[in-house]
């Protein structure tokens, strides 16, 4: 794998991403309301929408368009006031929280931009921590194998404080695919790195859908960390504003500010 800062390189030799039978993810009419009344908090305002398995989608919007509640609706860790979710052709909205919880460890990968890794445990047992909190039989193969994709050959038996921030992140993106889910979602993973540490760690995630068919729904508010997906999701007011497909960084940071320009960041609507 190819790892490359700052925009993608339209000319590289990765295979095309493609969508296997049947959706990723799939939002139907999905509204977030807070609060009620005159005092009422419209963070979505109706979202349908469709992404196809091993695809790349980036999502941004100025500050209050509604980012973070729509991730945390896609990945069943917020309820819609209204509407459908589907991850992978389950619809998640009627579960219950134990339902979810299993779903959440079994078939969803999550990254952070806090990383979120347990001090206590080494690289390897973080790595693992979906599998065992699954139920699952823990396979230390499988570690080593994504440890190895990511760059963190020999490193299982470390601390994650005894690494750079950089490779924490790496070792959460090997902890995110472990389970082989069926969606990663990564919410402002490279908002606590360095340019150079961000542009391997979008190179991975990268890899991980052209190289191993991974889904992956990314919350950015980086242009250039944008610039690395396949597609690009604008969200003003709640809703979708629209989209860019294979876009650099610098389209995607005019259509950013034209964006943020007509809507005036609208103050009150959650972020």
């Avoid at 929408?49 to 368009?65: E, Q």
């Avoid at 570690?143 to 994650?160: D, F, M, N, S």
């Avoid at 919410?187 to 340019?195: I, S």
């Amino acid at each position: 794998m190819r790892l490359r800062g700052g925009t993608r390189d339209k000319t590289d030799d990765r295979p095309e991403t493609q969508g296997s039978s049947g959706p990723a993810v799939e939002l139907r009419g999905v509204r977030r309301q807070y609060g009620r009344g005159a005092g009422a908090v419209h963070a979505l305002a109706g979202i349908d929408l469709v992404l196809a398995r091993g695809t790349f989608t980036a999502v941004m919007g100025p500050s209050g368009s509604g980012k973070s509640t729509f991730l945390q609706c896609a990945a069943g860790l917020d309820r819609p006031s209204a509407g459908s979710v589907r991850l992978g052709g389950t619809e998640i909205t009627g579960m219950g929280e134990n339902q979810l919880t299993e779903l959440r460890r079994s078939r969803l990968g999550f990254v952070f931009q806090a990383f979120n890794l347990l001090p206590s445990l080494t690289v390897e047992q973080n790595v693992l921590l979906p599998v065992r909190l699954a139920g699952q039989r823990q396979d230390r193969r499988r570690a080593e194998t994504l440890l190895a994709q990511v760059g963190l050959i020999g490193k299982g038996r470390r601390r994650p404080g005894e690494l750079s921030g950089g490779q924490q992140q790496r070792v959460a993106i090997a902890r995110a695919l472990v389970t082989a889910p069926d969606v990663v979602f990564a919410d402002e993973p490279t908002g606590a790195l360095d340019t150079g540490t961000a542009a391997e760690v979008l190179g991975l995630l990268r890899h991980a859908v052209s190289g191993l068919g991974a889904t992956v729904v990314m919350v950015t508010h980086d242009p250039a960390a944008a610039a690395w997906a396949d597609r690009v999701l604008f969200l003003a007011d709640g809703v979708l504003a629209g989209s860019l497909d294979r876009a650099s960084a610098e389209r995607i940071t005019a259509r950013m500010a034209a964006l943020t320009s007509r809507t005036g960041a609208t103050a009150g609507v959650a972020a």
